[in-house]
T-cell receptor, first 115, second 114 residues
Framework: AQSVAQPEDQVNVAEGNPLTVKCTYS??????LFWYVQYPNRGLQFLLK??????LVKGSYGFEAEFNKSQTSFHLKKPSALVSDSALYFC?????????????FGGGTRLMVKP | DAGITQSPRHKVTETGTPVTLRCHQT?????MYWYRQDPGHGLRLIHY???????DKGEVSDGYSVSRSKTEDFLLTLESATSSQTSVYFC?????????????FGSGTRLTVV
């Protein structure tokens, strides 16, 4: 079985400060990891993914994430937060051996960036 | 959200009535999924399809059925709606493994069962 944990329901950060949204995962095989963002009344939008290669992955809107195999984590980061980054963020994982390509999502973390 | 259309966007229905939600994709993706989104639970998989007429259950499939008669269409039916099925429903699609590009999501259907 595969699972994802996002330990923080909400993260508050001031505009211009760095932000981190945490994610830990559990899979039996190789993890394929994803971050999605959801703005109000919208579907989920893809931000970035880790499949293999460099542990630091860069994605859309200046976001990046670091894959840490020993800590089974895939934290989302941004050096300087914008008010427009305020949204709901989801981490997702699938087992590389999962033939159905099914993602398991975390519970989501609401990011609030204050001016 | 380009490539996937969900209808209706909003629906209010009465307990005990059947409800069908529609998902249409123009991505020519083989895989399609129905998720429900509830506060504190994130997204939970209801059913998925890995091809025309090939479907399987997800983790919260009780009370739901699906059908896929064409590559582009995936229908979710609530056989007899209950208040616990009040939720936001998302459809998604993806290519087959090993194309691991994640999912394309629709904009969601907000369903209220009264």
């Amino acid at each position: 079985a595969q699972s994802v944990a996002q330990p923080e329901d909400q993260v508050n950060v001031a505009e211009g400060n760095p932000l981190t949204v945490k994610c830990t995962y559990s899979v039996s095989g190789n993890p394929y990891l994803f971050w999605y963002v959801q703005y109000p009344n919208r579907g989920l939008q893809f931000l970035l993914k880790y499949i293999t290669g460099d542990n630091l992955v860069k994605g859309s809107y200046g976001f990046e994430a670091e894959f840490n195999k020993s800590q089974t984590s895939f934290h989302l980061k941004k050096p300087s937060a914008l008010v427009s980054d305020s949204a709901l963020y989801f981490c997702a994982v699938r087992d590389g051996g999962n033939a159905g390509n099914m993602l398991t999502f975390g519970g989501g973390t609401r990011l609030m960036v204050k001016p | 959200d380009a490539g996937i259309t969900q209808s209706p966007r909003h629906k209010v229905t009465e307990t005990g009535t059947p409800v069908t939600l529609r998902c249409h994709q123009t991505e020519n993706h083989r895989y399609m999924y129905w998720y429900r989104q509830d506060p504190g639970h994130g997204l939970r998989l209801i059913h998925y399809s890995y091809g025309v007429k090939d479907t399987d259950k997800g983790e919260v499939s009780d009370g739901y059925s699906v059908s896929r008669s064409k590559t582009e269409d995936f229908l979710l039916t609530l056989e007899s709606a209950t208040s616990s099925q009040t939720s936001v429903y998302f459809c998604a699609s993806s290519g087959p493994p090993p194309r691991d590009y994640g999912y394309t999501f629709g904009s969601g259907t907000r369903l209220t069962v009264v």
